[in-house]
């Protein structure tokens, strides 16, 4: 693609189907969050895919991940056009401080849920664990099977990625030569 084209690319707004965003569950975690975070806490459902979000998208990947791990625009709205897909961020006086994007996969003859992205800004104060916490009981309101998600053993940060999803209930499934680990939360 082209300068020009990709700048058009960025340019258009592509539609989300967001059909969680009226959950009332959502709401439960806005109030716990709200206890932890100073300032005006906001969940937000993007309806469309744009320069905007994917600029949100992008200021949380290069707090968390290294480039190599980071989504461009058109992986992200390829991902985005899953019909049984949640894609939230926490805001904090309108900054993004929490991205959680995932969607539905198959699992065998069942259903599971791919969580593709969890990343929080700040560490250290239980945020995470919140967030995962509220996910697992979600995916268990909407009668997944499992949570199936892809992390590291530990992240360039030597933050013990594995560690903290097994802490929630994850099992590894399998481990490649390059330390990528599969690990999934039956429900």
């Known amino acids: 693609m082209t300068v020009s084209g990709r700048e058009e690319a960025l340019r258009e707004a592509n539609p989300i189907l967001q059909p969680e965003k009226d959950n009332p569950f959502w ?55 899953n019909p049984e897909l949640l894609f939230l961020f926490v805001t904090v006086d309108g900054e993004p401080q929490i991205l959680l994007f995932g969607y539905s996969i198959p699992d065998g003859e069942a259903k599971a ?3 593709d992205t969890l990343a929080v800004r700040r560490r250290g104060e239980g945020i995470g664990n919140i967030v995962i916490e509220f996910l697992i009981r979600w995916a268990q309101t ?14 360039e940060k030597g933050i013990p990625l ?15 030569e390059k330390g990528d680990v599969i690990m999934k939360r039956g429900l």
């Open 113 to 115: 849920f791919y969580l």
């Open 27 to 81: 709401r439960q975690l806005l109030r716990q969050l709200a206890k932890i975070f100073k300032g005006e806490v906001e969940i937000v459902f993007p309806t469309e895919w744009n320069n905007h979000y994917f600029s949100w998208f992008h200021s949380i990947e290069e707090t968390g991940f290294r480039r190599e791990l980071q989504y461009s625009f058109e992986e992200v709205k390829k991902s985005l056009e």
């Open 142 to 155: 909407k009668q997944y099977q499992a949570i199936v998600l892809d992390t590291e053993l530990r992240d």
């Open 162 to 176: 594995q560690r903290f999803y097994a802490k929630h209930g994850f099992k590894v499934v399998s481990v490649s």
